[in-house]
Each structure stands twice: as C-alpha cells, then as structure tokens.
C-alpha cells in the first residue's frame, strides 16, 4: 500500500530512485527503443513509422529530408522540428541536440546515460498536430486520460476517466469550455495501454489518432518531470485517489 501519497510525490520519489534507472524505463525514454518495445507488446503496425535515425551530426547534416517530416531528438522530450513544405531547416538546432543531456533539465535519470541521436518521422497522418490521448495506467489498469488540445498553439487539457466522465480538474494547462467528444478508437486505446503498461508500477501511455486509426506516440515514465500543477489545488487528492485506487488509502 501507498498509503495516501499524492501525485507529485510519487513521481518525485520514481524519478530520484534505482528503478527510474532500470534498463526496460531507460529503453522506453528513447524515442528509437522505445519502437522495439511496443512492436513486441502490441505490433509494429501501432508505431509511428521511422524515416531515418541519425547517429551524429554529420549524418544530420548529409542526410537530404523528407520535403515534409517531423523531426526530433530521440534522447529528450519536449524537442521537435516540423518541416511541412521544404523549408530550410535549422541545423544549428540538430546540431545543439547532439550535445544535450536531457538529464540537467529536470534531473530525470532515465534520461541520463542516453545516447543522442536524432529521428525522422513522417508528420502523422498527414497533419501538423493531430488529436493527442495520454493514458495514466497504475499497474497496467488504464486509470485516467488526458486530451491535449493545441499543443502548438493556446494549449489546453482536459480529463476522462475510461468511461469518457469529465474529470473535474487540469494540470499545467488551462481546461477547454466546450465538449470533447469520445474518439471512436477509444476502447483500442485502453486495451493498448493495458498491454504496454502491464511492465510498470506507473507509465502514461501516449497516443495520436485519427479517428479509427491509432499509434503510439511514446511511454511517458514522469509526466511533467513530477511537478504536475493541478487546478483546482485541492484536486491532486482526486486525481490521486482515481490513478491509484486500492493502493491509495
């Protein structure tokens, strides 16, 4: 048992100890391994296609880009170039990328001891941002979910539980007034995030879909580096209490 240990708490605690530095969460912090893992689990058919991997900068700089891709550190989060109509593309970026350790950012061990690269991928079915799922899974239960709204733009967020109830708070982001409609590949999503999270204690699943299409964006070990900042306050008890039920007392 848990006892009554919030959110933040948790990931502050998953994120200083031993098990953040396991091979199987390390692997799954780096966006070309994680691939591996989610092919075994569930099928390559649910990853996001790879274009290239470049394993230095020379490579990055030689390599001739897709006129339209995305583009991004395998080895950090939050990192992206989108390339939508051949435009030139900023090498000094790549270029810092080889020399970032993600680690000193929120000191994430996980992301440690990783070996920078830099992935291409095309833009996912076809568009700039598409509709964004993150599943919140305690002990490979699907648990929460939380939709992310105009990543790139005024974002915003808002939760479900799995049977699509709005949950009655937001995290690190202002919450949309209007409705958000169930996805229709809703329940695909859940019995994916079963399968992929049954490995870990904690894990988000994160997804993109374009309605009855579904892949796998990445296996989140800490959300929000741990500093998950809920509105209202008192709602990380709430949130708290759903992602880890039994063990929450």
């Not at 695909?188 to 299409?213: C, H, N």
């Not at 959300?223 to 209490?241: L, N």
Request: hydrophobic share 40%.
């Amino acid at each position: 048992m848990l006892g009554a240990t919030m959110i933040n708490d948790y990931l502050y605690r998953l994120r200083t100890s031993r098990e953040i530095e396991g091979p199987l969460r390390v692997a799954v912090s780096d966006k070309e391994l994680v691939k591996s893992f989610i092919a075994q689990h569930v099928g390559n058919q649910f990853n996001v296609p790879t274009i290239a991997v470049l394993r230095s900068y020379t490579e990055a700089v030689r390599y001739n880009y897709p006129s339209q891709c995305v583009i991004k550190p395998t080895h950090a989060s939050a990192q992206v170039i989108f390339r939508r109509d051949a435009e030139e593309i900023n090498l000094a970026t790549i270029d810092s990328w080889f020399d970032l350790n993600y680690y000193h950012h929120a000191r994430e061990r996980n992301y440690r001891n990783l070996r920078p690269k830099v992935i291409v991928e095309p833009l996912i079915f076809g568009h700039f941002a598409p509709e964004d799922f993150k599943v919140f899974c305690w002990r490979g239960v699907p648990k929460f979910i939380q939709v992310d709204i105009s990543r790139f733009g005024k974002h915003m967020r808002a939760y479900f539980d799995p049977e699509w109830k709005r949950l009655p708070f937001t995290m690190n982001h202002p919450a949309p007034e209007t409705p958000i409609a169930s996805p229709p590949a809703l329940g695909v999503m859940l019995e994916l995030a079963a399968k992929l999270s049954a490995p870990f204690t904690f894990i988000r699943v994160d997804f993109y879909t374009s309605g009855s299409e579904v892949l796998v964006g990445e296996l989140t070990n800490c959300p929000e580096a741990g500093r998950c900042v809920f509105d209202p306050i008192s709602a990380e008890f709430t949130a708290s209490r759903l992602l880890f039920g039994e063990d929450f007392i």
